[in-house]
């Protein structure tokens, strides 16, 4: 089955207001910026994401934050996305944040038709106990708590249940995939990816480099096309564009008089 559409703003096309969208990425690695982009440029509002995080201010899914399109976030890292924060603290979104390990375990069980799962992340905090702080009121009362949830003792050692997520559509990032939807991620840009891609009930793949069925060794590839229902082929321009959360330079070592003299 060929699942290479026209572009991005076509394969988003049925996303509809109010949809629940699991996105790939970490900080800014791995993130389906073109998919973003057309999710940006269709409307689509009310969007309740679940990713590892929101992006940064005006880059990755803080576009999507900016343009006040997004009413709920399920993730494990505000970061240094200060209108994330803001909108946070204001009351103008509601938040889950939950550890990270769990939220990828969430992901991928709601892949594998897991329903929940018993983890020890969690217990004995409010993670465990509720009254985590989901949405702020006027004067920064909290309108909406975390509930408690079931904890139960395994081998001696206390467990919290957790439920799995699955979502409308995912949007993920490949470098390589074929139009049977098998996709290669490359390094660190594997993160949440496949965990978001398996989530969903509509994935959506972004791809840098897109091959023909058989071209990809079986062995190589990171996430089966099973869940994968739509491929974009990126221009060579969307591929190459990368961005970087934090731009450091190192100072070259200082050379001493000593050493310039013997040189």
């Known amino acids: 089955m060929d699942k290479v559409t026209a572009g991005a703003a076509e394969a988003l096309a049925d996303l509809p207001h ?3 969208v699991a996105v790939g990425g970490f ?7 073109t998919l973003i982009a057309a999710l940006h440029d269709g409307g ?3 969007l309740h994401v ?13 576009v999507l934050l900016a343009a006040g399109r997004i009413a709920r976030v399920t993730g494990s890292y505000v ?3 200060k209108e994330f924060a803001r909108q946070y603290l204001s009351g103008e979104l509601e938040v889950e944040l939950i550890p990270q390990g769990t939220l990828a375990e969430r992901l991928r069980a709601g892949g594998c038709g897991i329903p ?7 217990v004995g905090t409010l993670v465990a106990d509720g009254g985590l702080p989901w949405r702020y009121g006027p004067g920064g009362a909290v309108a909406v708590a975390s509930p408690p949830k079931e904890v139960r003792a395994f081998a ?11 979502t409308d559509f995912a949007l993920v990032r490949a470098a390589r995939g074929d139009r049977h939807g098998n996709l290669v991620f ?4 594997r993160n949440f990816n496949p965990l978001a891609a398996m989530a969903g009930r509509i994935t959506v793949a972004e791809v840098e480099q897109l091959v023909e069925p058989g071209e990809l060794d079986p062995d190589e590839v990171h996430l089966p096309g099973v869940f994968v229902q739509r491929v974009v082929a990126l221009t060579p321009e969307q591929a190459a564009a990368k961005g970087v959360e934090r731009r450091t330079v190192t100072e070259p070592p200082a050379v001493s008089a000593a050493s310039g003299a013997r040189g």
């Open 79 to 81: 970061g240094d996305n």
């Open 44 to 46: 689509a509002r009310d």
């Open 116 to 122: 929940a799962f018993y983890t020890p992340a969690g």
């Open 186 to 189: 490359a390094r660190a840009a």
């Open 50 to 62: 679940v990713s590892n995080n929101c992006g940064v201010d005006g880059a990755g899914l803080g």
């Open 18 to 20: 109010g949809a629940s």
């Open 156 to 166: 001696g050692r206390d467990h919290v249940l957790e439920h799995a997520i699955t």
């Open 27 to 33: 900080g800014l690695s791995g993130v389906p910026a």
